[in-house]
Nanobody, 120 residues
Framework: QVQLVESGGGLVQAGGSLRLSCAAS????????MRWYRQAPGKQRELVAA???????NYADSVKGRFTISGDNAKNTVYLQMNSLKPEDTAVYYC??????????????WGQGTQVTVSS
């Protein structure tokens, strides 16, 4: 079994910052990619940022220059530092990962989500 557990969400004023964490645990052979998605009420889930095992980064245009994704391979953890937050960043943020398990191959896993609310 593999679990992704997010933390760090909350309520913040516009212009403020939050740091999200997502820790993967369980029978993990290798993590290939870790991503952050978000879903606002009435909207489709969208990719916010991604980091792969080689350190390549990818960001949605809407968060470039404000959000930073980083990873700690030793802890199987990914972080999302969110600065200059805007009300339109309000959403449930989900951690997602492509994880290789011995005998199972590469599978897709999701966390339970953490609420981020930015007040104006």
């Amino acid at each position: 079994q593999v679990q992704l557990v997010e933390s760090g969400g909350g309520l913040v004023q516009a212009g403020g910052s939050l740091r999200l964490s997502c820790a993967a645990s369980g029978s993990i052979f290798r993590i290939d990619v870790m991503r952050w998605y978000r879903q606002a009420p009435g909207k489709q889930r969208e990719l916010v940022a991604a980091i792969n095992s080689g350190g390549s980064l990818n960001y949605a245009d809407s968060v470039k220059g404000r959000f930073t994704i980083s990873g700690d391979n030793a802890k199987n953890t990914v972080y999302l530092q969110m600065n200059s937050l805007k009300p339109e960043d309000t959403a449930v943020y989900y951690c997602n990962a492509d994880i290789v398990r011995a005998g199972w191959g590469r599978l897709d896993y999701w966390g339970q989500g953490t609420q981020v609310t930015v007040s104006s």
